[in-house]
């Protein structure tokens, strides 16, 4: 495990700017050579996902659509309710298509195992995870996540868009409260 540095707002760095970014650069190229005849479609879980996604989609050399959804466990809580709840759907039609969910963390997992029938159910083509981060000691769900970029411990994560109760999510860092 990464060397902690506390910074000012309490929070403790797990990983910098340099780290993410070439852990993404990594995470692209991966990508681009697995569908390199493909045209996938991105599909960002909002609101977490939108930095990694970001930087990600300027990694991916290959030609790649992008949708979006919002789907919530969460609320202002820090554990799960257990109760997912769809706040925004996509706005392409997915079928025959080959899908790659971009994901902040995969923590319990129930999200994203809700998240993979649902989509399932739209008849993709293929259907992957992309996850920046991955929180093995909480995971309730069996997942199978193709690209992770770094696997963290288990405590609160924060930073590079993940938010505590919409706070911290503009930190340029990513760390634990």
């Known amino acids: 495990m990464e060397k902690l ?3 000012e707002d ?6 910098d700017e340099e780290k993410i970014r070439e852990k993404i650069k990594e995470l692209g190229n991966n990508i681009s050579s697995d569908y390199k005849d493909k045209n996938p479609i991105l599909i960002g879980v909002l609101k977490g996902s939108v930095m990694f996604m970001a930087d990600l989609l300027k990694e991916i050399t290959i030609p790649c659509n992008m949708d979006f959804m919002a789907v919530s466990s969460y609320g202002n809580s820090t554990e799960t309710s257990g109760i997912v709840r769809i706040l925004k ?3 392409s039609n997915i079928e025959g298509k080959d899908i790659l969910i ?5 923590d319990t997992g129930v999200t994203l195992a809700y998240l993979l029938k649902y989509l399932k159910a739209r008849k993709a083509n293929s259907i992957e995870i992309v996850a920046l981060l991955n929180k093995p000691a909480r995971r309730t769900s069996n997942l199978d996540v193709k690209y992770i970029g770094f696997e963290v411990p288990d405590g609160f994560i924060v930073g590079y868009g993940i938010d505590y109760a919409e ?3 503009n930190l340029p860092f ?4």
């Open 5 to 7: 540095i506390q910074k």
């Open 10 to 15: 309490g929070s403790q760095e797990l990983f």
């Open 89 to 91: 759907d996509l706005d």
């Open 102 to 106: 971009v994901e902040d963390i995969v």
């Open 167 to 169: 706070k911290y999510r």
């Open 174 to 177: 990513i760390g634990i409260l």
